[in-house]
């Protein structure tokens, strides 16, 4: 990507894969500001999986899209494998999230003229890859997280849980060094939840992928690392978890 010019002294194998400082970040009703981030500092280590947890409105969802480049703070800094985004153009930002951040969202975002195939192709179409090559590997995806032979069904052919394994395979499409999932067990029941969470965590295991993730629900944020609890625009508590126990990939604990 271009900015790959301006950051040679970038070495993508810190262990550090995003670092924040003070950030802030406040949204306007009116003449009104309202703050939704007041002065959050965190690290994500590479291959970690770290789960985000708070009330709604405490900025979770704000704190997502400016790691993730799709907003902006208005102070404080935010560095992606050491490189600055505030340096960066609206243009190498979309080169971020095409080429090292991907996005799993609560309600899918499938494109709904298209296959379960196609969709999972889309960021390959942007990076230019062939067809071919896209084809073979949106198969792979798919037979990956369990729906070979789900490839030619529409999204509305397919169940909530298969719909978001779908979106996760799209995020994979392009080998992402980090997976944004904003709720992504939010939409669906429990055994779906299950499912989708499971993928997560052997995504995670057995593959090495850095995941943050947004979730309201503790059995969920309990497949993670560790647990952020935001409150009020702040990271007010930070803790870590002994593997699944009490999660909701924990059979032992009741639904």
């Known amino acids: ?34 703050p939704a981030l007041r002065g959050v500092d965190l690290e994500l280590k590479r291959g970690e999986f770290c789960s985000i947890m708070g009330p709604s409105g405490c900025g979770k969802t704000t704190l997502l899209n400016i790691i993730g480049g799709i907003d902006r703070p208005d102070r404080g800094i935010v560095q992606f494998e050491g490189v600055d985004l505030s340096h960066l153009s609206d243009n190498e930002l979309a080169d971020l999230r095409l080429e090292k951040v991907s996005f799993v969202f609560q309600f899918y975002n499938l494109l709904p003229l298209l296959t379960a195939e196609e969709n999972v192709e889309v960021p390959m179409v942007f990076r230019g890859d062939s067809k071919s090559a896209r084809e073979q590997r949106a198969k792979e995806l798919l037979a990956l997280v369990g729906l070979k032979g789900r490839e030619n069904h529409l999204p509305t052919e397919l169940s909530g849980g298969e719909q978001q394994r779908v979106s996760i395979s799209r995020a994979m499409a392009n080998n992402p060094d980090l997976m944004i ?34 979730t309201h629900d503790r059995k969920t944020a309990k497949v993670c690392d560790r647990i952020l609890h935001m409150l009020d625009g702040k990271i007010i508590q930070e803790e870590t978890t002994p593997g699944i126990e009490g999660s909701i990939l924990d059979d032992s604990v009741e639904e």
């Open 1 to 34: 990507m271009s900015t790959e010019k301006q950051t040679e002294v970038v070495n993508n194998n810190s262990s550090i894969i995003v670092k924040v400082e003070d950030l802030h970040k406040a949204y306007f009703l009116g003449r009104t500001a309202i």
């Open 181 to 214: 999932c904003d709720e992504p067990s939010g939409d669906l029941d429990s055994a779906s939840a299950k499912v989708v969470l499971k993928l997560l965590y052997d995504l995670n295991k057995e593959m090495g992928m850095t995941i943050l993730m947004v």
